[in-house]
């Protein structure tokens, strides 16, 4: 009898450990990080994110290539691309885009191939959502272009491309410089945003052939010198989308009309906080993965803003500003829950964690920060081993 209550005390306990090692597992996740790095050098690292606690923890480094500042990881997470944000490529002015496979077991990266952008410094690449072509912007080079994926994952030579002309009021608006591009919510349209010339273009999206057809009229023509960078859509509402304006320090909301690509303006609201004179330019945009409130990244403010969004009529309601604890904040991230935010701080060579009030939208530092050389791009997954998709 002594006997075999001792075998169900270990029973339990054993059952214990493997419940509490479980859970351990379910909060962790993978967080890959692109850099501006040299050729030569480690470029794109991955860290396991505590989501518990915030910490984070090296996992591991690999050579990415030149600069792969920007990320993009496949709907199945098998694989992983980046921009290679350089001005020549073999030769050519143009920079490169980078396919990896992604160890299932591990999480690490093996290089597939490489291919050439068709434009100068690529700063953002997105894939359709059925993974059938990649979309990449190119800023110095003034175009987009698109890649057909292979079925093994790699990028075949780009199908398409698409040049941007004309330029704004400012002295960084000296030419067309496209800094992002997207693909609508039903995967017929992708709408690309353009720094340099006030305007949101946008493509009927042809999958199955990698072209981009350029609809008669932009989808939206900002305020002269707005200076448009990043676009996203609500997680939940089609209808909605967001757009940061990086030189005159705003968050446009927007009304998104799915038959034919456009937008219509709701309302442009400051990123900044009354009163502040210093140098700024915006960078980051996310909407939190319940859709209640919109986030932004100010650069020489060094925050994030945080708006609530109205669900009816898409109109925001400032919530708060909250310092990156860091140098220039680039883009930044929320994790599936939506419990945590992480931020890459490109200056001050750090990526901090932040934790999320998900009733409030509130953020609360929670102490974590992990030394990268010149953070751009941050992306979090479920940790490896996975769990097969349903």
């Known amino acids: 009898m002594k006997l075999l209550t001792t075998l169900l005390l270990l029973s339990t306990t054993l059952a214990a450990c493997t419940s509490v090692k479980q859970r351990a597992t379910d909060t962790e996740m993978m967080v890959y990080i692109g850099t501006y790095a040299k050729p030569d050098a480690e470029s794109i690292f991955a860290y396991r994110l505590n989501e518990e606690t915030g910490a984070l923890t090296r996992a591991l480094a690999v050579k990415g290539g030149e600069n792969p500042s920007f990320l993009a990881l496949d709907a199945d997470r098998k694989h992983l691309y ?4 350089t001005t020549e490529f073999k030769g050519q002015k143009s920079g490169a885009v980078s396919a990896f496979a992604i160890d299932q077991k591990t999480g690490d990266l093996t290089f597939l191939n490489r291919q050439p952008s068709r434009g100068g410094a690529p700063c953002y690449i997105s894939l359709d959502h059925k993974n059938k072509v990649a979309l990449v912007a190119n800023y110095v080079g003034g175009n987009v272009s698109a890649f057909p994926l292979q079925p093994d994952g790699r990028l075949g030579a780009s199908s398409d491309m698409d040049q941007h002309e004309g330029k704004g009021p400012r002295p960084q608006q000296d030419a ?6 997207v693909p609508d919510p039903q995967n017929n349209f992708a ?33 002269s ?9 609500h997680p ?26 456009t937008l219509t303006e709701v309302e442009t609201v400051s990123t900044l906080p009354a009163g502040y004179t210093g140098e700024n330019a915006c960078a980051d945009i996310h909407v939190s993965p319940d859709g209640r409130f919109l986030y932004g990244s100010n650069r020489g403010h060094n925050s994030i803003v945080v708006y609530a969004i109205d669900a009816n009529s898409n ?13 220039w904040p680039r883009n930044f991230t929320f994790s599936p829950s939506g419990r945590t935010l992480l931020v890459a701080n490109q200056r001050s060579n750090n990526i901090t964690t932040f934790k999320v009030d998900t009733q409030s939208g509130k953020l609360t530092y929670t102490g974590n920060s992990a030394s990268v050389s010149s953070p751009v791009f941050v992306q979090v997954v479920p940790a490896f081993p996975q769990t097969p998709r349903q």
């Open 82 to 85: 980046a921009v290679n944000e």
């Open 191 to 223: 709408l690309a945003v353009d720094l340099g010339i006030d305007q949101i273009i946008s493509y009927r999206l042809d999958k199955a052939a990698g072209k981009l057809e350029r609809q008669a009229q932009p989808a939206f023509t900002a305020k």
């Open 176 to 181: 067309a410089h496209a800094h992002c591009i």
């Open 315 to 327: 109109k925001l309601s400032l919530v708060e500003h909250v310092s990156t604890q860091g140098n």
């Open 225 to 233: 010198g707005a200076g448009p960078r990043h676009l996203t859509f």
């Open 236 to 261: 939940t509402n089609k209808r909605f989308a967001y757009v940061i304006n990086e030189l005159n320090a705003t968050l446009t909301s927007f009304t998104y009309h799915a038959d034919n690509g």
